[in-house]
């Protein structure tokens, strides 16, 4: 045989072969996906967020179908979305409270003192390595608004003051502005937890209003004036826990002297 041709030979065969055995694998040895995991991912939003604890839909949709998951899990899907996906797999519902992205800062342009002036990329996570975008607080808000960059669902708006605005009605608690947050600001929390902390400086008295007059200056009125238990001081901050302590009232930040712990109704911030 023609020595140019062995290797082509040789080369075809061994394609031949191992399809054979590829199709015989797939025949005896593939698993059939049950029919409802596609109908199921026909009825949800397709935005593959990960909200639900799945690294898209159609995994949710696989975990649904198994019963892993209830179909009010999934925080993008609107109640006639998942009363359908209910009615398909026969099963309850589910309750899911809703949850929103919060802030831990209320030290906007107007509160929060500069040290210098930023000038560069605008974005919070290149202002970070650069002294800090020119804020005096470490720990603040940067506010050139890389979560509302990393929010596909628009549900965040910078206000006039510098300070990202959340919409509870379109946030999906979907994580991505906790992601993009280079000083870990955001928190996702049930919409019905009120009391809410806006300062994560770990400083207290002076040192703490040095930097913005609405930071937590480590008083614990708050702690005095909640439910025994609700919330403690720690680290010069308080900390509000609902698992343990009494409810939560309004009363517990109507004593703050500077507006660090506040009773949130609706939208975090207004432009």
């Known amino acids: 045989m023609n020595s140019y041709l062995v290797a082509p030979a040789i080369t075809t065969g061994l394609g031949l072969f191992f399809a054979v055995i590829?199709?015989?694998?797939?025949?005896?040895?593939?698993?059939?996906?049950?029919?409802?995991?596609?109908a199921a991912l026909d009825l949800l939003p397709g935005s593959n967020c990960g909200a639900c604890g799945q690294p898209g839909c159609h995994a949710?949709?696989?975990?649904?179908?198994?019963?892993?998951?209830?179909p009010s899990q999934c925080t993008v899907a609107g109640n006639d979305a998942i009363d359908?996906?209910?009615?398909?797999?026969?099963?309850?519902?589910?309750?899911?409270?809703?949850?929103?992205?919060r802030l831990h800062c209320a030290g906007g342009k107007g509160q929060a003192y500069q040290i210098a002036e930023y000038r560069g990329f605008e974005s919070c996570s290149a202002a970070a390595v650069v002294s800090g975008g020119g804020k005096g607080c470490p720990w603040g808000c940067l506010g050139l608004g890389d979560c509302r960059s990393a929010c596909t669902f628009d549900a965040i708006t910078m206000n006039g003051n510098g300070l990202p605005c959340v919409d509870p009605a379109k946030c999906t608690s979907c994580g991505d502005c906790v992601d993009a947050c280079p000083r870990d600001l955001f928190e996702l929390v049930p919409l019905s937890q009120h009391l809410f902390v806006q300062c994560k400086t770990p400083l207290a008295g002076?040192?703490?209003?040095?930097?913005?007059t609405t930071a937590c200056d480590a008083c614990g009125r708050c702690a005095a004036d909640a439910a025994p238990g609700l919330i403690r001081m720690e680290d010069n901050l308080p900390v509000v826990d609902y698992t343990r302590g009494g409810p939560a009232r309004p009363q517990a930040a109507q004593r703050c002297p500077t507006g660090a712990i506040r009773w949130l109704a609706g939208a975090q911030f207004k432009d």
């Open 22 to 38: 590829l199709a015989v694998a797939y025949r005896f040895l593939r698993v059939e996906e049950d029919t409802r995991v596609e």
């Open 60 to 70: 949710f949709a696989e975990k649904l179908v198994l019963g892993e998951r209830s």
């Open 84 to 101: 359908a996906l209910a009615e398909l797999l026969d099963v309850d519902p589910g309750a899911q409270e809703k949850r929103v992205a």
């Open 206 to 212: 002076d040192l703490a209003l040095g930097l913005c």
